[in-house]
């Protein structure tokens, strides 16, 4: 059995009549840059996650630079973050001049741990960026509060979130700004990039708006520097299409996700293998089936010879990147190094099948079981 890391083929064989209306409708009609296809998905989002503005933008990466944009980040700000996450998190902070400020994982969640982060504001201190990694959302109370307290923004990177839950409330409807992607892999995904910004604060979402086309608050009145990063019309289709069986694929996903724990922790107490955690007020969307392994690189080869594809995410956080690490001591984030070691990714999607997570569970526990 040779399985895909994402299966996105049984997904389109499911929907391919809806997504090839979609987008023959949009060829029809011709308005590829702004169609109506892009209000209707931001309606639809903002419904979903019950918050008042969502801006579709032309990426999640896009959608952390605009964000930043309209919060009016300025150079030397500092914003506090995770080092345990994709890049773009860290490098759209960067790019607007500001600093990323990283704080160390839970062990257990690999998600930012609040009860760190007073500790590492300061005057310049502007916002906080948890990140709902593996379609978890970090604890978003506690840096809520922190927030509150200290007069700072919140920028959720729900990238890997989108549909997952905080006590009972939608990722993206939990902070001043939140972000996310559709890039083909994430929980929501279109045919190419796009991403969605969500707020409930008409001025912060005017200024989105705005940053999206250039700064113009009118045709040819440029009011602010902005940027080129609307989402297309075709992608806005493909995730309206999408849309259809959305709760139907969140159902699956946490079925799956309980599944491989139930199988996974059966065998736990010889293999090796740890399992994430997931607090017991939220939903997690498992954007990654991840879990904690020894011997990693050994245990991926063993998995790839039995058709099992795994992935790492991330091997090396970013306060050790070469382009990040400047302002960072490499010893101040231990549980991230600790993580990038250990964590490792099994195929999950939607339409993975019980016999397909069965060969992935069986080769797993051989490939770890092998000395
Ligand atoms: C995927 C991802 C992004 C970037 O999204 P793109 O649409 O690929 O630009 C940002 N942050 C996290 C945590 C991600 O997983």
Known sequence: MKLDFIDLKSQYAALKTSINQRMQRVLDHGHYIM??????LEFALAQRVGAVHCITVSSGTEALLIALMALDLQPG???ITT???FAATAEMI???????????????????NAALIEAKITPRTRAIMPVGLY????????????AARHGLAVIEDAAQSFGATFQGQQSCNLSTLACTSFFPSKPLGCYGDGGAIFTNDAQLAKACREIRVHGQSARYTHTRIGVGGRMDTLQCAVVLAKLERFDWELQRRADIGARYGQLLADSNN??????????????????????????R????????????????????????????????????????????????SLPMSADLTEAQQDHVVAALLKAVRTK
């Open 135 to 146: 379609g978890q959302v970090a604890d978003m109370d506690t840096v809520n509060a922190i």
């Open 77 to 79: 700000d500092e914003v």
């Open 94 to 112: 960067v790019l607007r001049g500001g600093k990323p400020v990283y704080v160390d994982i839970e062990p257990d969640t690999c998600l930012i």
């Open 270 to 295: 010889d293999s090796g293998i740890t399992l994430l955690t997931v607090r017991p007020d939220r939903d997690c969307v498992w954007a990654q089936y991840t879990v904690f392994v020894n011997h």
């Open 35 to 40: 169609g109506p296809e892009v209000q209707e």
């Open 83 to 85: 080092p345990f996450t």
């Open 297 to 344: 690189a050994d245990v991926q080869a063993r998995l790839l010879a039995q058709g099992v594809p795994t992935a790492v995410h991330y091997p090396k956080p970013l306060h050790l990147q070469p382009a990040y690490a400047a302002d960072c001591c490499p010893e101040c984030c231990p549980q991230s190094v600790i993580a990038g070691q250990r964590v490792m």
